[in-house]
């Protein structure tokens, strides 16, 4: 019996040091989050520096407001790149990663979908030189030259990486997201209403038998 609960013990005193050190693990990670999450802007540019870096999706509330419960374990990667345009502009190359599960419009079933996209930002230092319909730039033309487009922010001594991540996943979430085939059958393009024949098809089967009958 002693030999039992000897055993019971060590499988306890695992079961904690594990859990310990997923809760070390997560706090790891948030706390890697909160420094990354401000940077002087300007300055990565300047010394052209790059970041990446994993934050749990939960903390992204704009983007999950209005979708269904999520994997409480996903995480979103990102990963930041100073550059310099053709023109000397001061850009930043961001690439975002996620897995979301969204509600197919088809069948209203969960439907699991992996994001992934980039966005270059370019950096302006007044709302006066934020995107202005009326202004000719020739950073656009520049960008549109060299087969880009950039995404002009306003930059700061604490740029907020985290929101424009979260930004960049919003702008990716398909608006009506459908499976290829749903579960039930349904494919791509098809609605679950049975389809009517062309009123164009039967004039021609028509015409085609009034043919007929005339030789």
């Known amino acids: ?49 790059s970041l990446e870096g994993s934050v749990p999706l939960a903390r992204f509330v704009r983007l999950l407001d209005g ?68 202004t000719f730039d020739m950073s656009e033309l520049a960008a549109e030259q060299a087969g880009e487009d950039y995404e002009k922010v306003l930059g700061s001594r604490k740029f907020d990486l985290q929101e424009q991540v979260e930004d960049e996943l919003i702008l990716s979430v398909p608006y009506v997201p459908r499976h290829e085939r749903c579960p039930g059958g349904e494919s791509e393009g098809g609605d679950g209403q049975e389809r009517k024949p062309s009123p164009f098809a039967a004039l021609a089967q028509l015409k085609s038998s009034s043919g007929d009958v005339g030789k």
């Open 67 to 134: 979708l269904p419960e999520q994997d409480p374990a996903a995480m979103v990667r990102w990963a930041a790149q100073a550059d310099r345009g053709p023109l000397g502009e001061e850009l930043i190359r961001l690439d975002v990663a996620t897995a979301l599960t969204l509600r197919c419009q088809r069948c209203l079933g969960p439907l699991a979908m992996p994001i992934e996209s980039g966005v270059v930002l370019q950096l302006v230092q007044t709302e006066a030189e934020l995107d202005n319909p009326d």
């Open 1 to 49: 019996m002693p030999f039992v609960n000897a055993e019971k013990k060590t499988e306890a005193r695992g079961m904690k040091k594990a859990a310990e050190q997923r809760e070390f693990e997560t706090k790891a990670v948030e706390t890697q989050a909160d420094t990354m999450r401000y940077i002087d802007a300007f300055e990565f540019v300047r010394v052209g520096k």
